[in-house]
């Protein structure tokens, strides 16, 4: 186990180590508009689920919000209506947040970017949310197929964002180092000429009709049982 801050090893790890490295789970399935190019961050979610169209839940969150988390914001339906711009993000910064994930839209981007807090968000529109509405503060919410409770770890960078829950963060950590150093092992003999197509077994699925476990692929099984003949044997 290394010995650095978790959260920061997730965040250099980055989301797609961490979705594969943690079962293929939790990951948000949407294109995200990364509004701070480079930022990589993973912190745990405060969660702030919003009437339709309406964003007085993320003025609301603002009181619960604490230093080092990420704000995750979402509504009901997704709707390219902003809940977050300028104002909202300036408290969040104030307030100590790592990053924003909005299932919903932001504006005032070009400041966003200035102001430096990173953002991630499914929409970039100017129409603007209602403040009418009482939804739920710290509650489970499903963004882009994950769910994300508050004080799961949401890792966000370029790629988009995976989420681990709370209580099997160091089981992630730990297979998501040591994704990272089977990786590095392979880029080596990638770089000196090895190939993959080899070094993964994918020559015999495609060249002699073998799973990666060593049976037969039931499509090569299926076409040998039309012929007549027994399927090939591993």
Not at 53 to 71: F, K, Y
Request: proline residues 5%; aromatic residues 2%; hydrophobic residues 40%.
């Amino acid at each position: 186990m290394s010995a650095a801050d978790p959260l920061s090893e997730l965040a250099r790890l980055g989301s797609a180590t961490v979705y594969e490295a943690g079962g293929r789970g939790g990951f948000v399935d949407f294109p995200l508009t990364q509004v701070v190019p480079g930022s990589r961050v993973a912190g745990p979610a405060r969660t702030a689920l919003c009437g339709q169209d309406d964003n007085l839940m993320v003025h609301a969150a603002m009181s619960r919000l604490q230093p080092g988390e990420v704000l995750v914001v979402t509504m009901p339906e997704p709707s390219a209506v902003a809940l977050v711009g300028d104002l909202l993000a300036t408290q969040a910064k104030a307030r100590g947040a790592a990053a924003v994930l909005v299932d919903g839209a932001v504006r005032d981007i070009e400041e966003l970017a200035e102001l430096g807090l990173p953002i991630w968000a499914r929409y970039v529109r100017v129409h603007g949310a209602d403040k009418k509405v009482v939804g739920s503060l710290d509650e489970p919410v499903t963004v882009g197929g994950a769910t994300i409770r508050t004080g799961d770890i949401v890792v966000l960078d370029a790629d988009g964002a995976a989420v681990v829950e709370a209580e099997r963060v160091d089981e992630v950590l730990a297979a998501s180092l040591g994704r990272e150093e089977k990786e590095r092992v392979k880029r080596e003999k990638l770089q000196g000429g090895e190939l993959s197509y080899d070094l993964d077994g994918l020559r015999a699925i495609v060249e002699d009709g073998q799973s990666p476990s060593g049976h037969a692929r039931p499509d090569v099984e299926s076409r040998h049982q039309d012929a007549g003949l027994d399927a090939p044997r591993g």
